[in-house]
């Protein structure tokens, strides 16, 4: 019998995908490390992310960086993708949505280290800015500046 191969496990990637109903519906997926012991960075940007107000149902924006050092896992792409398009329908605070999203992602790659800045566009005139991380950057491993400039309206 032959090996299946390292990616047998995986349900949507080369295959067509619905946007799941919500996060929790989500199923996040992720691929081996095939550098482990390797120390470098991962970074996904998300311009365009989208969740509701819990309060009032309207829209929310925001630009999302998630930086992480991988361990033995790499979080897969389009489950990633598809796991962010599912706040699309979902009510939470700003807060709620980015640290969630850090916790999955924790969850499921035990990375070595991992942050995500949410950077929120105004809801009431005042935007909102979360950031998470597991703690201190590694030494040894470059982690660019996330580069979102503070909001400045239209001037």
């Not at 939470?92 to 949410?118: K, M, S, Y």
């Amino acid at each position: 019998m032959s090996d299946p191969g390292p990616l047998s496990h995986l349900t949507q990637l080369g295959r067509t995908a619905d946007l799941p109903e919500s996060p929790e519906a989500a199923v996040l997926e992720s691929v081996p490390n095939s550098h482990v012991g390797t120390r470098y960075a991962v970074r996904f940007v998300a311009p365009e992310f989208t969740s509701l107000c819990p309060m009032t149902g309207q829209p929310d924006f925001a630009h999302l960086v998630i930086d992480y050092v991988p361990g033995d896992w790499l979080v897969e792409s389009k489950s990633l993708k598809l796991f962010l398009g599912s706040f699309r329908n979902h009510g939470a605070f700003h807060e709620e949505c980015t640290v969630a999203i850090a916790l999955r992602l924790v969850d499921l790659l035990t990375p070595e280290w991992l942050r995500i800045g949410g950077y929120w566009y105004p809801r009431g005139g005042m935007p909102i800015d979360v950031f998470y991380q597991t703690g201190p950057a590694p030494e040894g491993v470059w982690i660019p500046d996330q580069g979102v400039p503070p909001y400045r309206g239209r001037g």
